[in-house]
């Protein structure tokens, strides 16, 4: 059964220097979703897109944090500087909207811990 | 900010009780669908119901959805300890393509 895979799965670093995590959806996949889920919490969107193009971004932090999908299919999000603050578990999911199905399939997620 | 709020926040039942869990929206929505996670791991879709449904069942589970007091359950029935994880509701509201999800029930199935 095809997934959505992300990496790393964990990532330790200190604070005020830079991570960068990756994604790659499930094949035909053209929606993709990052979240950032702070223990104990739901997850809480990031940025969406559809194909290379930047549907949702209004909860990025856009002073640093970034995020790309160039050719439309895997996406990087990157964090520069780090921050406390920024110490989270970070989902990527995909979905197929054009199939008329709604549900979201996520990776496993990338643990970040800042230091 | 999170749209849903589960409750109760967590729960703890034995082996083979059923576990009902329960979730609250605030806007008109598409549809509300649930999901699982395990420690540390994504999350992993349950099942979703529409707007204008209102009961739905996939093995042993079964999701009530109730427009009016914008309000959804997840029962799980015969529980089993590889239940154990924790579960989010998660809306789709009209006019977006984005989910919003619950605080979640951390579920323990002790056996």
């Known amino acids: 059964e095809a997934e959505v895979a992300q990496s790393p799965r964990y990532k330790i670093t200190e604070k005020s220097q830079a991570v960068a995590f990756w994604c790659d959806p499930i094949s035909g996949h053209a929606t993709l979703y990052w979240y950032r889920q702070i223990l104990g919490q739901g997850p809480e969107l990031l940025v969406q897109?559809?194909?290379?193009?930047?549907?949702?971004d209004s909860q990025l932090p856009k002073d640093r944090f970034s995020a790309e999908r160039l050719k439309g299919v895997d996406s990087t999000l990157k964090i520069q500087p780090a921050e406390l603050g920024d110490s989270a578990m970070y989902l990527c999911?995909?979905?197929?909207?054009?199939?008329?199905?709604?549900?979201?399939?996520f990776g496993p997620g990338t643990r970040l811990t800042v230091l | 900010s999170q749209q849903g709020e589960e409750d109760p926040q967590a729960l703890s039942i034995q082996e083979g009780e059923n576990a009902t869990m329960n979730c609250s929206y605030k806007t008109s929505i598409n549809n509300l669908q649930w999901y699982r996670q395990n420690s540390g791991r994504g999350l992993v879709h349950l099942i979703l119901?529409?707007?204008?449904?209102r009961e739905k069942h996939s093995g042993r589970l079964r999701v009530t959805l109730d427009t009016s007091k914008k309000s959804s359950s997840l029962l799980i029935t015969a529980s089993r300890a590889a239940d154990t994880a924790s579960y989010f509701c998660a809306t789709d509201p009209r006019g977006s393509e984005k989910l919003v999800f619950g605080k979640g029930t951390k579920l323990t199935v002790n056996p």
């Open positions: 999911a995909s979905t197929n909207r054009t199939s008329g199905r709604a549900e979201q399939f």
């Open positions: 897109f559809q194909d290379e193009s930047v549907v949702d």
């Open positions: 119901i529409r707007s204008n449904e």
